[in-house]
């Protein structure tokens, strides 16, 4: 009898292994993977050939969406905390007409700054991420102190940074740039400042106060005042890197195209907005990784590009995306029902 008690004891203390438990990217890294495929058996039908086998559209691919996805780091820490932000698009044109304008040769006699002419890479550089800087100071302090709605405080620096670009350029392009200024945008630069980024915001949310703060903010704000964080100026600084990291993409996109003009980064907010959602991050805030925004950047990244390899027109290619906006936003809710219920 004894016996059998021990063995029916054993039984009851046998041990259970706990459920592996995934990453919280791997269902969009397979969505990236089917997305891949996808393409790859509409390639073959349709052109006869690979899609993924070419390195030189992955290439392009890559390079496409390096700039969307430094503005995309930026709009992530925003959307984190329950914010959004609209401006950077604007931004990305008003830095890349401010550092356009001091990275032109002396011999251009139509230089915006005769004077400051053939200066070292590092004050245009640094001219474009203050312009990007300032705006998202203002957003920042907008948002804290005033109680405007990010998506109003957003919506007027938006219209007002594209302002300032066509002003300050009188709607003409920023040309005849220092082969120096232009070296930042050639090869592979663009996305390795990019995945430099990607890696800095990765360990800044994960492992530092700055990063518990913004998840905490995102999540219960109320809470996080409560519990000693000064909400305010965590706004402030969440928005202030955003603005930094578009007006980055705003003078990386003048050096790629070596030139500044007003008309830059038309819809690159929604872009960056639509790769944060689709790469996990909840838009009720308090959730979302660096990791997933870069994977939803690759999804956009191959929907484009496999689009324009399988001959779908335009206009065509805005509508699907649109609705896989839509599709990921849909998913979100979902996603928070579950987590609430």
Not at 228 to 248: D, F, K
Not at 308 to 331: L, N, P, S, W
Request: net charge positive.
């Amino acid at each position: 009898m004894a016996s059998t008690n021990a063995t029916v004891g054993a039984q009851s203390m046998t041990f259970k292994p706990a459920k592996r438990k995934w990453p919280p990217e791997t269902s969009i890294f397979l969505v990236l993977m089917g997305i891949c495929l996808l393409f790859e058996g509409l390639g073959w039908w349709v052109n006869g050939q690979s899609f993924l086998m070419n390195v030189d559209r992955l290439q392009i691919i890559i390079l496409q969406m390096a700039v969307i996805g430094i503005i995309a780091i930026g709009v992530n820490l925003v959307i984190i905390t329950s914010g959004i932000d609209l401006s950077s698009g604007s931004v990305v044109a008003a830095a890349a007409v401010v550092s356009a304008s001091l990275a032109q040769v002396s011999d251009f006699p139509r230089a915006i700054f005769p004077h400051l002419t053939d200066l070292p890479i590092i004050w245009p550089v640094l001219a474009g991420a203050t312009v990007g800087l300032i705006v998202g100071l203002i957003n920042g302090a907008l948002i804290a102190y005033t109680a405007i709605p990010a998506f109003i405080a957003t919506l007027g620096t938006m219209v007002a940074a594209r302002g300032f670009a066509k002003w300050f350029t009188n709607g003409m392009p920023v040309s005849m740039l220092t082969d120096d200024f232009a070296w930042i945008g050639a090869g592979a630069n663009p996305v390795i400042i990019f995945l430099v980024l990607a890696a800095i915001f990765h360990v800044v949310l994960r492992y530092t106060r700055f990063g518990k703060f913004t998840y905490a903010i995102g999540a219960n704000r109320q809470a996080a005042r409560v519990s000693g964080i000064n909400v305010n100026r965590h706004l402030i600084w969440v928005y202030s890197i955003a603005g930094l990291l578009a007006g980055i993409a705003g003078t990386v996109t003048a050096a790629r195209a070596v030139s500044g003009q007003s008309g830059m980064g038309v819809m690159y907010e929604l872009d960056a907005i639509a790769a944060v959602v689709i790469g996990g991050t909840s838009l009720a805030g308090g959730l979302g990784r660096i990791t997933g925004t870069v994977i939803g950047v690759l999804i956009l990244g191959v929907m484009t590009s496999g689009f324009t390899f399988i001959r779908i027109d335009a206009y065509y290619q805005e509508m699907v995306k649109g609705a896989i906006i839509v599709a990921a936003v849909v998913a979100d809710q979902y996603r928070q029902r579950n987590r609430r219920g």
